[in-house]
């Protein structure tokens, strides 16, 4: 058993980290600027937004990579600094984790795969693999795969992940919205399907980021643990996204946000945290309510 899965036996339930994104752009990171670029250029930022999830007591940060494929980057004209940025972004999370697990964010390319798309299944997997060995070379030894919408993407991921060393342990989450069909990734992909694919992949752990809001979640979470004993993560956003002055804001307090940990862990979920819009107090909320848990 590696590091993770390891210490989730002892703690029972693990906290994770919140939000990078949002916390980036509350330090100044504008649309045009590219986030992993500010591994290189804002080391200090980068840094910051880690230590503040360490100090708050999470049991696993992330890493600020989330973009961070070649694919992704060439975007903004920067793939050719992929392996730069993922090594800064995972030496930053490294340097300041204390005991603290660092979990190497990997996120969608924003390519799909072929017939809809342009990319083979191999091409697909060996853009993962140059960013995940780059996060690895920095010492980390867990992946998060997140933010996944397409079953067969995340799969890429995953086998990726694996394929350059077994023992690496891997996160897989991907993200529903709910409509009249129940919960759904933006491709159409069900949360049992989810459980299965993922799976098949080769992931350690399961589960579900972003999307609605922590109220979801938890009916998210059930359905995941009615198809799957794997330990299922579940990172949850403040809240429903709301749309004030042109810009995407997440309002949820972190007590209102904590008020739904309970029930969260409940119906299934080992490992949770925040996604967009929380903050270091949401997590410190949510762990006041799993140290009543634990
Ligand atoms: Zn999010």
């Not at 649309?31 to 696993?60: F, K, L, Q, T």
């Not at 890493?63 to 920067?78: A, I, M, P």
């Not at 897989?172 to 159409?188: D, I, L, P």
């Not at 080992?270 to 949401?282: A, E, F, M, Q, W």
């Amino acid at each position: 058993m590696g590091a993770l899965l390891d210490t989730l036996a002892k703690k029972k339930i693990l906290v994770s980290d919140g939000a990078w994104g949002t916390m980036l752009q509350s330090r100044g990171l504008t649309s045009d600027d590219c986030p992993e670029e500010w591994n290189v250029s804002h080391p200090d930022d980068v840094r910051a937004i880690a230590a503040s999830y360490v100090r708050a007591g999470s049991d696993m940060i992330l890493t600020n990579t989330f973009g961070g494929s070649r694919v992704k980057l060439d975007k903004k004209k920067l793939g050719d600094r992929a392996a730069e940025f993922n090594r800064a972004g995972a030496t930053l999370s490294m340097e300041v984790a204390g005991s603290a697990i660092v979990a190497g964010s990997v996120g969608p390319t924003g390519e799909f795969l072929q017939p809809m798309g342009l990319l083979s299944e191999e091409q697909m997997q060996a853009f993962f693999s140059e960013q995940i060995e780059a996060i690895l070379s920095a010492g980390v030894r867990v992946i998060c795969v997140e933010t996944m919408m397409a079953l067969e993407e995340a799969a890429c991921a995953v086998k990726a992940a694996k394929a350059l060393d077994a023992s690496v342990e891997v996160l897989a989450t991907m993200t529903f919205e709910k409509g009249a069909q129940g919960h759904r990734t933006m491709m159409g992909v069900s949360p049992s399907q989810a459980v299965a694919g993922l799976t098949d992949a080769g992931a350690d752990v399961v589960g579900s980021n972003c999307g609605n809001g922590i109220e979801g979640m938890i009916e998210i979470a059930a359905q995941f643990r009615a198809e799957t004993d794997k330990p299922i993560l579940v990172h949850a956003n403040a809240g429903v996204p709301q749309l004030i002055g042109g810009k995407t804001v997440f309002r949820q307090s972190p007590a209102d946000f904590a008020a739904n940990v309970k029930a969260l862990i409940d119906a299934g979920a080992n490992i949770v945290g925040g996604c967009c819009g929380t903050t270091p107090d949401h997590i410190r909320a949510m762990i006041e309510v799993v140290n009543t848990l634990r």
